[in-house]
């Protein structure tokens, strides 16, 4: 898989060359913090053949991928890979390396990271097992439990069900009006609605 860093990305879009740029994080997250001329397309309605039309035909341009940190966009870029799409490039450190980097991005409204959503809600459940396990029933000490080998699987096989379900809770979604759909669509041509 091909990686270029923050900086060589940046480098290439103030020369001018058109660069089809795909933020995968959830509508919220991208909304809370975003490369200007990005586009939002979630890794979990991730459609490859969607994503390329919105590249409008420019089938020699490279499709570039990122996310908060780099795991998302790997992700993304192992699909569209297997769906034959062969030109795509994983941004480096995704948007936590571009804010290091010092390179401008666009601000919005603040929002919960995914990755702490999962921790919060993993702690959450085990906590109330343990409680309800103890003073209840010890077969309530079975959703820690179950909580905990979720966890496990997540770790191996660096797919976390939860996150998966937690991106498409309400509150990690953007109305479908006004900026925060303008944000969602805009890219390379219309620059000017990314602010």
Known sequence: ???????????????????????????AEFREVHVAYAQNAPLESLDPAALERRCNGTSDQPIYVMCRSGNRSTKAC????????????NVEGGTAEW???????????????LERQVRIAAGTLVLVGSVLGYLVSPYWIGLSAFVGAGLMFAG???????????????WNQVPAEGDAAENATCGPSKAKCCG
Do not use: W
């Open 78 to 89: 192992q699909a569209l890979l297997a769906a034959g799409v062969d030109r795509v490039v």
């Open 156 to 170: 191996i096989t660096d797919t976390c069900g939860m996150g998966m379900v937690l991106a498409r809770m309400p």
């Open 1 to 27: 898989m091909n990686t270029i860093s923050p900086k060589q990305l940046h480098e290439l879009h103030e020369q001018g060359r058109p660069v089809h740029l795909f933020d995968v994080r959830t509508p």
């Open 99 to 113: 804010e290091r980097a010092g390179l401008p991005v666009v601000r919005g409204q603040k929002t919960i990271s």
